[in-house]
């Protein structure tokens, strides 16, 4: 060892010895150096994971906006055909597909291919979009419910409301057990579409929809 550097570790002994903190950190100057190593390592291990979190949401956001400008704003205005939309949507990734900012245009696409008559289309779209937001998910299974009856596949328009009214968090749980009521009724099932009307009449004895159960059960009195 060099005179310099014995000094120095001299230096740096007698500085910390002043302390009986200083002295246990000199003696374990290595165990604690390692691990501030280590804690500088992990933070910007996580740093470097948050850029990378980001600038992966940043792409996800990059591509949504590509097939909204290109494809689906050409779709719009008549210049892509709809079986080219469907196409170039089913080829995106998942993680594109199932973006946040992907609901609110699926649900516009789903409302342009129902009004022009194309509910099996408007279904395939809907039906690749998911999402845990209890609001986008309301929003996009009762538009699918709506498209499944236009299509005469009432129980699986049922089995994708009961979905709904099974999830704690679900909003709006007068309207869903109101259509579930309808359309048990007109699946034939009776009984299960009074018990979604009384559910209705009983929980929500005060809201518009309650009005509607009631007209139901007196129409299936008669």
């Not at 005179?3 to 000199?26: A, R, W």
């Not at 494809?71 to 210049?79: I, M, P, S």
């Amino acid at each position: 060892m060099s005179e310099m550097t014995q000094t120095q570790t001299q230096t740096l002994e007698q500085t910390l010895n002043k302390t009986d903190l200083g002295h246990i950190i000199f003696e374990y100057r290595k165990v604690f150096f390692g691990v501030i190593a280590a804690i500088l390592m992990a933070v910007m291990g996580y740093t470097m994971w948050k850029q990378s979190q980001q600038s992966h949401t940043e792409s996800i956001s990059v591509k949504v906006f590509e097939f909204q400008s290109k494809t689906w704003a050409g779709a719009k205005e008549g210049k892509v055909a709809i079986p080219e939309l469907l196409k170039v949507f089913k080829d995106l990734d998942s993680e594109v597909k199932n973006a946040p900012i992907m609901v609110p245009l699926a649900l516009e696409m789903g409302k342009f291919l129902f009004e022009k008559g194309s509910f099996s289309e408007a279904e395939e779209i809907l039906s690749q979009v998911s999402t845990e937001h209890p609001v986008s998910l309301f929003f996009l299974n009762s538009q699918r419910a709506v498209i499944l009856e236009k299509l005469n596949k009432i129980p699986e328009a049922i089995g994708v409301l009961e979905k709904l009214a099974k999830d704690k968090d679900s909003i709006m749980m007068a309207k869903l057990n109101l259509e579930l009521g309808r359309l048990n009724l007109l699946n034939g099932e009776k009984g299960k579409a009074q018990t979604h009307f009384d559910y209705v009449l009983s929980t929500f004895p005060n809201d518009e929809y309650a009005k509607l159960a009631k007209l139901y059960l007196a129409k299936m009195a008669q």
